[in-house]
């Protein structure tokens, strides 16, 4: 009897199964658009006709991980001890998109150096170089990181410091055209003779070389609708960074039901590892614990560095993500207004200058103000900080010309076709 019961149960699951298999929609989707136009019936990748490339959905660009979108409270959760009041809870929603695992690294710098001294401007190159000058410090015994921390190659996973916002974004414009020129080799080659892609700043005498000359050094690069390339690598924006820092994904059960709140990129309100073993106790960032306290004592080095630490020297968060808390400080792309949180959208937030709270209405020229639109966003907390600024929800500004050895940064990635 219960045997039947059991087969009969099968035979049901089977036509359960077959019926939702006929019933499977055949409409076209963007990684299966169909043969022919759904519009106009004609058919794609004709001769002379539109072309629809094969694509099977944008992959992760290199140390990019994949951060699905979602509703969560943006804000601080501790208590605002610099009375800035600048970051009040809201909800909003963020679509997904992709971010480093990790910090950029001094070997990453070093080679973007590399690329623009084979095919720039001495001017670019110059404007490129971090400043190491950012270690020195006259009441400080310094000197070694200031002559060694960029090139040595100790240092080389160590996060590059000393780079200011406008450098971060170089950054970023270099890096999308090397890793695109690097996919298309497959396809149109985007090579050109000596070096990849150029920030070259042109004098007089280069503008004025025939353009055929430069159109047959370097064939055209891929178009965005072929599929070859990726969409820019760019710095994230605030909304972003919080969202990914938090990493509320680990806290999730039953639906849309959150076990906590989460004060720092991980569980409960300590900056220890509360896990049973050997690491138990042990500092889960990189920061500075009190006056004089960088690291604890020699044979108990709690956080394990006196400065810097290799960007994957801590555990990550449930997004994967390294060092989202302590190590350096990261830049985002948002200029700093301290009413963002009531004038941004509620999806996607972003504060761009020059828009609504202009920074005419600071009155910066009679020193009664320090905000204007050079001003950005930084967040994530140091090896220089104390666990306060180690909350995601935490936010401080500096001009973006200027750099110091506290701060760093990741790229980010729209991601496109996929919620998971």
Known sequence: MIQKYHLRRAAYVLLATAALTACKSKHPTSVQPGKKSTATGIAYNQKDGF????????????????????????????????????????TVSIQSFYMDETEMANVHYLEYLNAITRDSSEEVVRAALPDTTVWSNPLSFNDSYVTQYLRYPAFRYYPVV?????????YAT?????????????????????????LKRKSKTEAEAPAMAEATAAPAKPSLESGMILPDYRLPTEAEWEYAAKALIGTQYMDENQINQRIYPWDGSSVRNPK?????????????????????????????????AEIYAYPANDFGLYNMAGNVNEWVMDVYRPL?????NDLNPVRRNGYIDDAKNYDVKNKQSLIDDKLRVYKGGSWNDVAYWLSPGTRRFLDQDSATAMIGFRCAMIGVGRNK
């Open 174 to 198: 270099w890096r999308s055209n090397a890793v695109n020129n690097e996919l298309a080799k497959g396809g149109a080659s985007t090579k050109k003779k000596g070096g990849g892609f150029s």
């Open 162 to 170: 000393g780079v200011s916002w406008v450098q971060a974004n170089d």
């Open 51 to 90: 072309q629809v490339k094969k694509f099977a959905g944008q992959k992760a660009g290199p140390n990019l991980v994949f951060i699905e979108g979602g509703r969560f409270t943006m804000g601080a959760l501790e208590e605002d001890v610099m009375n800035s009041r600048d970051n009040r809870e809201r």
């Open 340 to 344: 963002s949180y009531q004038d941004v």
């Open 276 to 308: 049973k073993g050997r690491k138990q106790g042990q500092m889960l960032a990189n920061f500075k614990r009190g006056r004089g306290d960088y690291a604890g004592i020699a044979g108990r080095s709690n956080d394990g560095a006196i400065i810097t």
